[in-house]
C-alpha cells in the first residue's frame, strides 16, 4: 500500500471516528434536552407522576427545579402557574372534561416551547394548576397572552361546543429571587398570582414583592384557622329576637360565629369571615356552626322548649350553592332529634353569585325537610328583590342601614313598604339592628313582626343563653344544668 492509500485509509477512518463522535453527541444532546424540559420522567419515579394527566407532579417539579437550576441563577428563571377554575370545569362537564381541558392547555405549552426552543419543566398540580418553569428571557412569557386565548377558545374546537367561561385561564408569573430554595413556596405564591389574575378577570399578573408578603399573611391566616377548627377555638354566640307585638318575647334566635384566639382573645367574624370566603374555607365553618346549633336546639327541645322557638343559621351563598350541601346538611340532622322547623338558614349574598340554579335546588330541598329559610340583610349590598321571586323564602331580615334611617321620611316609608310587601308574599319580617326605644315604637307602628338588636339581648355564649331561656321561663321543666 503506498503512502498515499495509506493516508486515505487513515484520513476514511478519522472521518467515520468524527462522524460517530458527532452523532453520539446528538443522540446525547437530544436525550439531555428531553429531560431537562421535562418530557421525560423517569419510570423509577412514579410518585412525581400527575395520576390525571400523566404529566409530572408537584414532586417533580421540585426535584428539577434543584438539579436544573443552581442557586446562583435562581433570578434568571420564572415559575408560571397556569390556573382554570378545575372544581368548576368538573362540576359543569364531569372530571374525564376536565383533565382534557389541562392536557390540552398542557399541549399549548409544549407547543409555544418547540417553537421557542427553549428549555424547561412542566408539571401539574391538582388543585393548583399547571406549572411551567422556564428562563425570563426565554420568550415564553411574551406568548402567555395568546395561550390564555387559545385555551378560552378550546370548546370551539370541540364537537357542538360552545364557549364557557369554566374554560378561561389565567396565569401567574412568580419571578424566582436567589434566596427561594422552597419550591414548594414559590408554588404557593405562583398559584396565588394566578388566582389574582383569574379573580381580575386579567390574563397574566407579575408577582412583586408586596404580593409576596400579602400572600405569606394569608398562608399564616390559613395555617391558624387549621389550627383553630382542630382545637376548636370557634364558638358559637346566641343574639336573641324578641317578637315585637307580643310582650317582646324571645321566640328565636340567630346563631353567630366568634373566634376565641389563643393570643387575640374573642375575634369578630369581621375578622376572618370575609377571609374565609375568599379561601372557600367558609363552608367548613357554616357545617360546623350548624352542629352546634343542632346541639343547642336538642338540648333546649329536650327541655321542653315552645316547638316555634327557632335559631337561624348563617350560611354564605358559597356554602348554600355547593352540589352537596343538601347532603351535608342531611348528614348534620341525622345525629339530632328535634323538628327541623326549630332551625331556619339564613342566606347571606355575596359579590359573587355563582350557581344560582343549584342555590334555588338546594333551598327546596331544605325546605322539604321542614327548614326555614330567611334572607339576610335584605334592602343592603347584594341581597335583592330577584331573590324573592327566585327562592322559597319565609322571611326577610331587613338590614340595620334602613332601620338607621327610619326616623327620616324616605326610610320610614321604604321600611313600610317592604313590612307590607313581605307581609302580602306570607313572610315574617325580621328587622336587625334595633338599638333605641324610638326605633321600636316605630317598627310597632310599622307593624313589623320580630325585633334583633343590642336594644333587648345582645349576642351571648350558648351556655348563657340556656341559662337565659331558663330565667325566662321558657324551657318548662325548670332549665338547665349549665357548664
Ligand atoms: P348578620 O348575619 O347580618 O348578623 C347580624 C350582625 O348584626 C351581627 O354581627 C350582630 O351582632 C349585629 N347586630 C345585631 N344587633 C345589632 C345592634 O343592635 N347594633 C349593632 N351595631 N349590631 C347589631 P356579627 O356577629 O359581628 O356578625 C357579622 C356577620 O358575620 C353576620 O352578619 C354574618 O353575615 C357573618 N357571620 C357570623 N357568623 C357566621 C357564620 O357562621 N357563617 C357565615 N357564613 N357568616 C357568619
Ligand atoms: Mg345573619
Ligand atoms: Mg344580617
Known amino acids: ?37 421535562g418530557k421525560l420522567v423517569s419510570a423509577d419515579h412514579s410518585s412525581e407522576i400527575d395520576e390525571g394527566t400523566g404529566l409530572g ?5 421540585a426535584r428539577r427545579y434543584s438539579e436544573m437550576v443552581k442557586p446562583s441563577k435562581r433570578s434568571e428563571y420564572v415559575l408560571c402557574c397556569i390556573y382554570a377554575d378545575s372544581d368548576k ?37 391538582p388543585g393548583y394548576g399547571l406549572f411551567v418553569l422556564v428562563k425570563k428571557d426565554s420568550g415564553f412569557v411574551e406568548n402567555l397572552n395568546s395561550l390564555v386565548r387559545e385555551a378560552g377558545s378550546y370548546a370551539l374546537h370541540q364537537e357542538n361546543g360552545q364557549l364557557s367561561d369554566a374554560y378561561r385561564t389565567a396565569v401567574g408569573i412568580y419571578p424566582l429571587k436567589a434566596e427561594d430554595s422552597d419550591i414548594h413556596e414559590c408554588i404557593f405564591t405562583a398559584y396565588h398570582t394566578a388566582l389574582a389574575a383569574y379573580e381580575q378577570n386579567e390574563d397574566q399578573l407579575v408577582c ?31 343574639q336573641f ?31 376572618f369571615v370575609p377571609f374565609m370566603e375568599k379561601e372557600d374555607l367558609i363552608p367548613n365553618l357554616d357545617y360546623y356552626n350548624l352542629e352546634e346549633v343542632c346541639r343547642f336546639i336538642e338540648e333546649m327541645y329536650n327541655h321542653g322548649i315552645k316547638n316555634n322557638f327557632y335559631i337561624s343559621c348563617n350560611f354564605s351563598r358559597k356554602t348554600f350553592s355547593s352540589h352537596d350541601f343538601v347532603d351535608r346538611v342531611k348528614e348534620i340532622f341525622k345525629d339530632f332529634d328535634f323538628p327541623k322547623s326549630m ?79 313581605g307581609h302580602e308574599l306570607n313572610m315574617k319580617v325580621i328587622v336587625e339592628g334595633v338599638e333605641s326605644d324610638d326605633q321600636v315604637n316605630e317598627l310597632k307602628d310599622i307593624r313589623c313582626d320580630i325585633i334583633q338588636g343590642f336594644r333587648f339581648h345582645r349576642p351571648i355564649p350558648v351556655h348563657e343563653a340556656k341559662k337565659t331561656l331558663a330565667d325566662k321561663g321558657a324551657l318548662p321543666d325548670g332549665g338547665v344544668a349549665t357548664a
Open 1 to 37: 500500500m503506498s503512502v498515499y492509500e495509506t493516508n486515505r485509509v487513515l484520513f476514511g477512518v478519522a472521518v467515520s471516528a468524527l462522524t460517530l463522535l458527532i452523532v453520539a453527541a446528538g443522540v446525547i444532546a437530544v436525550l439531555l434536552y428531553l429531560r431537562q424540559s
Open 208 to 238: 412583586d414583592d408586596e404580593m409576596v408578603a400579602m400572600f405569606s399573611d394569608e398562608r399564616d391566616m390559613r395555617r391558624e384557622i387549621t389550627r383553630a377548627f382542630e382545637n376548636r377555638e370557634f364558638v358559637t354566640y346566641i
Open 89 to 125: 370545569l368538573e362540576r359543569n362537564f364531569k372530571r374525564d372534561e376536565m383533565l382534557k381541558f389541562v392536557t390540552h392547555v398542557s399541549e399549548l405549552v409544549q407547543t409555544v416551547m418547540k417553537q421557542i426552543r427553549s428549555v424547561y419543566v412542566l408539571a401539574r398540580v
Open 241 to 271: 329576637f324578641v317578637d315585637t307585638m307580643d310582650n317582646e318575647d324571645i321566640v328565636g334566635g340567630e346563631a353567630l360565629v366568634r373566634w376565641n384566639h389563643p393570643e387575640r382573645g374573642i375575634l369578630s367574624p369581621i375578622n
Open 343 to 421: 332551625i331556619a338558614f339564613e342566606m347571606t349574598e355575596s359579590e359573587n353569585v355563582k350557581n344560582i340554579v343549584q342555590a334555588y335546588n338546594n333551598a327546596v330541598q331544605i325546605k322539604e325537610l321542614g327548614v326555614k329559610i330567611l334572607l339576610d340583610d335584605f334592602g343592603e349590598g347584594f341581597a335583592s328583590f330577584y331573590d324573592l321571586t327566585e327562592y322559597p323564602v319565609d322571611g326577610l331580615k331587613i338590614d340595620k342601614a334602613l332601620v338607621d334611617s327610619i326616623h327620616t321620611e324616605k326610610g320610614n316609608t321604604i321600611l313600610r313598604g317592604m313590612t307590607k310587601m
Open 57 to 61: 407532579n408537584r414532586y417533580y417539579l
